[in-house]
């Protein structure tokens, strides 16, 4: 069985400092890990993955995310916040030994304040 | 969005209605995926389908038929057997294969009143 866990239900950052958004992850086989963005009444928008490869994924907007196999997290970063970053992310995962489907997290609201 | 396309943006039901939720997508891609998002919950997966005329369950199937006529289409719908169906719902496709990216299309709001 795969599994994504997201802990913190919110993040509070002020503007231009870095930010975190955290996800651990459980899957069969080798990991390949995804991370999305919504904005309220929207689909979701995708930002970075990691496939294989180096662990530092650069994706969209200045977003990066590192993998690290030995804590199985994949966390997402930005050096400086917007506050046009303010959203809803999601982490999501596929194993290399599951179906086609993504298992997602339950979501994490970052608030990026002026 | 890209080039997933949901239609209506905002449905109504009355209980004990079917209603059908329309998906599109116009960038060649084998596989498409019905999501139901609910508040604090994240997404679950209702419907997949890696091929025309074959679709799998996913976690929350109970309620909801599909079909895949075509490549390019992928209605839900949305039975009377479905106890609490007012959520967001979210299509989504991919090339097919393991390491691909889902793209999402702008969903559909359904309330049943």
């Known amino acids: 069985a795969q599994s994504v866990a997201q802990p913190e239900d919110q993040v509070n950052v002020a503007e231009g400092n870095p930010l975190t958004v955290k996800c651990t992850y459980s899957?069969?086989?080798?990991?390949?890990l995804f991370w999305y963005v919504q904005y309220p009444n929207r689909g979701l928008q995708f930002l970075l993955k990691?496939?294989?490869?180096?662990?530092l994924v650069k994706g969209s907007y200045g977003f990066e995310a590192e993998f690290n196999k030995s804590q199985t997290s994949f966390h997402l970063k930005k050096p400086s916040a917007l506050v046009s970053d303010s959203a809803l992310y999601f982490c999501?995962?596929?194993?290399?030994?599951?179906?086609?489907?993504?298992?997602f997290g339950k979501g994490t609201s970052l608030l990026v304040t002026p | 969005d890209g080039g997933i396309t949901q239609s209506p943006k905002y449905l109504f039901r009355k209980e004990g209605q079917n209603v059908t939720l329309s998906c599109e997508q116009n960038?060649?891609?084998?596989?498409m995926y019905w999501y139901r998002q609910d508040p604090g919950q994240g997404l679950r997966l209702i419907y997949y389908?890696?091929?025309?005329?074959?679709?799998q369950k996913g976690d929350i199937a109970e309620g909801y038929s599909v079909s895949r006529e075509k490549k390019e289409s992928f209605p839900l719908t949305v039975t009377s057997a479905q106890k609490n169906p007012t959520a967001f719902y979210l299509c989504?496709?991919?090339?097919?294969?393991?390491?691909?990216?889902?793209?999402f299309g702008p969903g559909t709001r359904l309330t049943v009143l």
């Open positions: 989504a496709s991919s090339i097919g294969r393991h390491t691909d990216t889902q793209y």
């Open positions: 899957v069969s086989g080798n990991p390949y």
């Open positions: 990691y496939i294989t490869g180096d662990n």
């Open positions: 999501a995962v596929r194993g290399s030994n599951s179906g086609y489907a993504l298992n």
């Open positions: 960038l060649n891609h084998d596989a």
């Open positions: 389908s890696q091929i025309v005329n074959d679709f």
